[in-house]
């Protein structure tokens, strides 16, 4: 094989390799989408049955703190006590790097990617012009 053949080829092999990563990069935002949806929709099957305990699981560590702060109370009963909306299922995800935004009919959810998964740092959030959400549940 030539020299200007052996670079082609080289070269084909560097084009495979960048189009094989490119097409492996683009799953993991699906991949993200889904686990975030996931938990997003077991947080509010939690709350809806009144798994307080379980939703309990489902927070973020701060988010979890400042709850059971604001009520003086354990996180399920603290968290028994909150009015958040009932909800219908998923309707859109967004996730970038390590944040994700579930919107339900009825709710949007903010979380966050810990090494246990994904955990519900804010809930019951409803979105106001020109402004942040306003959400029933956060952390500090």
Same mark, same amino acid.
Request: proline share 4%.
């Given at each position: 094989?030539?020299?200007?053949?052996?670079?082609?080829?080289?070269?084909?092999?560097?084009?495979?390799?960048?189009?094989?990563?490119?097409?492996?990069?683009?799953?993991?935002?699906?991949?993200? =989408?889904? #686990?975030? /949806?996931? +938990?997003? @929709?077991?947080? &509010?099957?939690?709350?809806?049955? %009144?798994?307080?305990?379980?939703?309990?699981?489902?927070?973020?560590?701060?988010?979890?703190?400042?709850?059971?702060?604001?009520? =003086?109370? #354990?996180? /399920?009963? +603290?968290? @028994?006590?909150? &009015?958040?909306?009932?909800?219908? %299922?998923?309707?859109?995800?967004?996730?970038?790097?390590?944040?994700?935004?579930?919107?339900?009919?009825?709710?949007?959810?903010?979380?966050?990617?810990?090494?246990?998964?994904?955990?519900?740092?804010?809930?019951?959030?409803?979105?106001?012009?020109?402004?942040?959400?306003?959400?029933?549940?956060?952390?500090?």
């Amino acid at each position: 094989m030539t020299r200007a053949r052996t670079h082609i080829a080289g070269r084909g092999l560097l084009l495979v390799g960048a189009a094989v990563l490119a097409l492996a990069g683009c799953g993991a935002p699906a991949a993200r =989408q889904d #686990a975030a /949806a996931a +938990a997003g @929709a077991a947080f &509010e099957a939690a709350v809806m049955a %009144g798994e307080h305990v379980r939703a309990c699981e489902l927070l973020a560590p701060q988010t979890r703190e400042q709850l059971e702060q604001d009520e =003086q109370n #354990a996180c /399920a009963t +603290a968290l @028994a006590s909150q &009015e958040l909306p009932r909800t219908h %299922g998923v309707r859109g995800v967004e996730a970038y790097g390590r944040q994700a935004m579930v919107r339900m009919a009825g709710d949007t959810l903010f979380l966050s990617l810990f090494t246990a998964g994904w955990k519900v740092v804010a809930a019951g959030c409803t979105p106001q012009p020109d402004k942040p959400y306003n959400c029933l549940l956060k952390g500090a």
